[in-house]
């Protein structure tokens, strides 16, 4: 029985960082491409003369001018925060004790944790993305609600318990040896099994006293292939807190590095605000930084300096930051990435905000030669744009001078009508049932 499936459009390719040097050596889309898939990988990518010639027992899938693209990687989101996505009216702290932990609070019963991970992942999908890195909380069944509904479904994904033991209500509080304890059980309970990676989870430093960094900076360090997910200076009131309660810490980041939890797999998120020292330690580690422009702009923590921090080559994510930020696509969330640039006086160009969605985020993750990237050997794990979606996309791609002109549109104003198919490990997804 023949397991080859053909897929034909146009394809979004890429060889290199766009960040880093010029857009038109790293990327290109294929106006007449072709992928050709078998158990789960990519087999080959190529023109679509060529693999139907050289594959002609293939099941094929013709989606004419749609656009064939790595599924999406959304680097930072909290799946917990679902259902008080698009809450009125409050910054970082008052958000948290208002609408997040009172929610987050609830997944300590096991259903309501696998009906709220059921719904998350679902609407992702929805959305193009196939690969999320997510916070649960601090219950470990709010882990094994995210990894088991994940798996169900065929994808890939990271995911760590959250810890904090103080500063957070009664209820979502944890110690430092229970953190350890709990988070080493996940680490063999999940890590590597199947398409699960697990990342060691402190919220940030004002939610976790100097012991629970301590033991969490000895838990990554017996087992460094895991990844290490945190926030760092989101917004300037968080930062003048952790000064606060970190007197004797040269920065925000030096909460961190004080306590082993910094290296080339640590991944943080935001990361607005930084000073020289901060950038300088990152680059020189190796860490990456999550860009979460709808979060940003949508509780007013600032503008990151993506143009910026990407001259000094540090690895870079894009995220829509779940339910902080205001959507769960990651086009609107390119929509934003390009807007917050512009504001800080840089056009980043449609081959940029996709690569970003998709490698870009890949390599944040540590996850760049498994998935983001059309070409052999790759997982299977597909989006496909239609780039006229709605008659308002569909009048401007048709003025289009160039295939970027005609991407651009959807990349400012798609949503999840824009993602005609979707394909896990493979697999061509069957529609939500909502």
């Known amino acids: 029985m023949n397991t080859q499936k053909l897929l034909l459009g146009q394809t979004f390719e890429t ?8 857009w038109q050596d790293a990327v290109r889309i294929n106006s007449a491409g072709a992928v050709l898939i078998e158990n789960g990988q990519i087999v080959r990518v190529a023109d679509r003369d060529t693999l139907r010639h050289d594959a002609p027992q293939a099941e094929v899938h013709d989606y004419g001018q749609h656009l064939i693209c790595p599924g999406f990687v ?7 925060q679902t259902a008080i996505i698009a809450s009125w009216g409050k910054q970082l702290i008052d958000w948290l004790n208002t609408y997040t932990f009172p929610e987050e609070m609830r997944l300590q019963d096991p259903a309501y944790a696998r009906q709220i991970a059921a719904r998350y992942l679902d609407l992702a999908l929805d959305h193009g993305t196939t690969t999320m890195c997510s916070y649960a909380t601090i219950h470990p069944g ?6 088991e509904a994940a798996a169900t479904r065929g994808m890939r994904t990271v995911a760590g318990k959250t810890c904090m033991d103080r500063n957070a209500p009664e209820g979502l509080r944890d110690t430092a040896q229970s953190a350890y304890d709990e988070s080493k059980a996940l680490v063999a ?3 590597g099994k199947g398409r699960a990676q697990y990342a060691i989870t402190p919220r940030f430093s004002p939610t976790s006293t100097p012991d629970q960094l301590q033991a969490l900076g000895a838990l990554w360090a017996e087992h460094p292939d895991c990844l290490m997910q945190t926030h760092l200076s989101e917004q300037p009131a968080e930062i003048d807190w952790v000064r606060q309660l970190f007197p004797d810490a040269r920065d925000y980041l030096d909460t961190y590095e004080a306590h082993g939890l910094i290296g080339a797999r640590a991944v943080y998120g935001h990361a607005i605000h930084l000073q020289p020292r901060e950038i300088d330690r990152i680059a020189e580690t190796g860490a990456a930084l999550v860009h979460c422009p709808t979060s940003n702009s949508f509780i007013g923590s600032g503008l990151m300096d993506v143009a910026g921090l990407a001259t000094r080559r540090i690895p870079l994510g894009l995220a829509t930051d779940t339910g902080g930020g205001s959507s769960f696509s990651m086009l609107r969330t390119m929509a934003a990435a390009y807007e917050i640039a512009q504001l800080r006086g840089t056009a980043l160009h449609p081959a940029q905000l996709m690569w970003l969605a998709t490698a870009g985020s890949a390599r944040s993750l540590h996850l760049h030669t498994k998935i983001g990237t059309l070409a052999a050997g790759y997982e299977a794990d597909l989006t496909i744009l239609d780039l006229a979606s709605t008659p308002a996309i569909a009048q401007r791609s048709a003025e289009a001078n160039t295939v970027w002109e005609t991407l651009f549109p959807t990349l400012m104003m798609g949503d999840d009508r824009a993602i005609a198919d979707v394909w896990i490990a493979g697999k061509r997804r069957a529609a939500s049932s909502g």
């Open 15 to 22: 060889s290199g960082n766009p960040m880093t040097g010029q």
């Open 74 to 80: 959304d680097a930072h989101v909290h799946y917990p």
């Open 142 to 147: 709010s882990v094994d609600a995210f990894f």
């Open 189 to 191: 309970r999940w890590h």
